[in-house]
């Protein structure tokens, strides 16, 4: 009986040795990850104890204890606002354009990168298309403006080339606005997002480039047929991810391109309670707008997540 007991708690006990062998097996690993759990608790999650602000008339002269409670009220007043629903237009226009032309421009560039033979040449484009990310909105904002000015160069080459007959005021023209922020966000992020794809590029297996030139197929039919499928999976997760940030696209290049001729094509969630928000302070209803985006993002992570299982594309999660 004693020895039946004695073999039961090993048993009972050998899930738990497994687990903390584990555990010391990876201790370098775990010990490096500490820091970045660290700041995701006091970035992340201990600052979700503000969201209570939006359900309150927040004073910062009051105590947490002495606010008053005032249940949906903010959350009432932001759907009623005209300016808001604005916003949401354009934050999702932008958000849209950008995802699309984003996506496209990336998995492009990454395949003409993945195809170049010159080690020297490849690396080298590499590093120019990365530059432009470390570049400030202020400076590149600075840039696309003075390029854009009806004497700036892209009108002079226009009508150069007698394509037009007097300059176009690209800044001053709403209708141009959204195209203008995609552009220029593009331009700064193609080389940057093209990493992830090009790093998956390199993990397709030689052997499938192999085949098909025996089968004669092209480079071109090799990019479509093989190296495309292969980075499908990675392709799903970034599409899921970015459309979780649909709606936070932030404000600082609607801000810095916009002016009061085009405000109402630059008013996006972010600067709308920036503006209307903390600007104003309206601190609970600057929440409010903050608690909208989150559960929005969140809902949409989880519906295109779904809809990618569905069809057989995995997901996140």
């Known amino acids: 009986m004693a020895k039946t007991a004695i073999e039961l708690k090993g048993k009972t006990n050998k899930p738990l040795n497994n687990t903390w062998k584990k555990i010391k097996g990876q201790k370098a690993l775990i010990l490096m990850s500490f820091p970045f759990v660290i700041w995701l ?10 969201w209570t602000m939006a359900f309150q008339d927040y004073s910062p002269a009051k105590g947490f204890l002495d606010q008053e409670w005032v249940g949906l009220k903010h959350f009432k007043v932001l759907f009623k606002e005209d300016l808001f629903y604005q916003s949401l237009t354009n934050t999702l226009g932008m958000g849209i354009l950008g995802l699309v032309f984003g ?14 033979r010159l080690v020297r040449f490849k690396k080298l484009t590499q590093t120019i298309s990365y530059l432009p990310h470390f570049v400030s909105w202020v400076i590149v904002a600075n840039i696309v403006t ?24 690209f800044m001053s ?28 590029m390199t993990g397709v297996d030689p052997q499938l480039y192999e085949a098909a030139k025996v089968d004669g197929a092209s480079r071109w039919k090799q990019m479509w047929h093989i190296t495309l499928p292969s980075i499908r999976p990675v392709i799903i997760v970034l599409l899921i991810l970015n459309i979780g940030n649909l709606i936070n696209i ?6 810095l391109l916009g002016n009061n001729i085009v405000a109402e094509k630059a008013l996006v969630i972010d600067l709308y309670a920036l503006n209307y928000g903390i600007g ?31 069809t057989g594309d995995g997901g996140i999660y």
């Open 250 to 255: 932030g404000f600082e290049k609607q801000m």
């Open 146 to 169: 003075t390029m854009l000015a009806p004497e700036g160069i892209v009108n002079n080459l226009l009508m150069a080339t007698n394509l037009i007959d007097k300059p176009i005021g």
């Open 103 to 116: 996506t496209i421009t990336s998995i492009g560039f990454a395949l003409l990168i993945n195809e170049v």
């Open 41 to 50: 608790i006091v970035f992340k999650y201990i600052p979700l104890g503000g």
């Open 173 to 200: 023209n709403p209708n141009m606005f959204w195209g203008i922020v995609t552009a220029a966000d593009v331009w700064k992020e193609t080389g940057w997002n093209a990493i992830i794809y090009l790093a998956a």
């Open 280 to 310: 104003m302070f309206r601190y609970s209803f600057g929440t409010a707008i903050g608690i909208f985006k989150s559960v929005i993002s969140v809902i949409l992570i989880v519906i295109f997540n779904n809809l990618a299982k569905k």
